[in-house]
Nanobody, 121 residues
Framework: QVQLVESGGGLVQPGGSLRLSCAAS????????MRWYRQSAGKTRDLVAL???????YYIDSVKGRFTISRDNAKNMEFLQMTNLGPEDTAVYLC???????????????WGQGTQVTVSS
């Protein structure tokens, strides 16, 4: 059994910053690609950024230069540093991680429960 728990969301003024964390726990042999998604009310769940096991990163255009994704393999965690936040960044942010629970087992993808980020004055 694997669990992902996000933290770090909250209310922030436009131009502010937040750092989201996602901690994986349970039966973990190895972790592959780690991702952050976000979902605004009434909209689809969209990929925001990802980091693979070689630390290669990808960002959607609207967050490039403002968001930074990182990971701590020793602690089974990923992070999303968000700066210069705007109202358009308001959403529930969810972590999404590829995890193997055993050497010969398959890579499975897990979701966290989400953390709310609200950007408002």
């Amino acid at each position: 059994q694997v669990q992902l728990v996000e933290s770090g969301g909250g209310l922030v003024q436009p131009g502010g910053s937040l750092r989201l964390s996602c901690a994986a726990s349970g039966s973990i042999f190895s972790i592959g690609t780690m991702r952050w998604y976000r979902q605004s009310a009434g909209k689809t769940r969209d990929l925001v950024a990802l980091i693979d096991s070689a630390d290669n990163t990808y960002y959607i255009d609207s967050v490039k230069g403002r968001f930074t994704i990182s990971r701590d393999n020793a602690k089974n965690m990923e992070f999303l540093q968000m700066t210069n936040l705007g109202p358009e960044d308001t959403a529930v942010y969810l972590c999404n991680v590829d995890i193997k629970s055993s050497l010969l087992g398959p890579m499975r993808t897990y979701w966290g429960q989400g953390t709310q980020v609200t950007v408002s004055s």
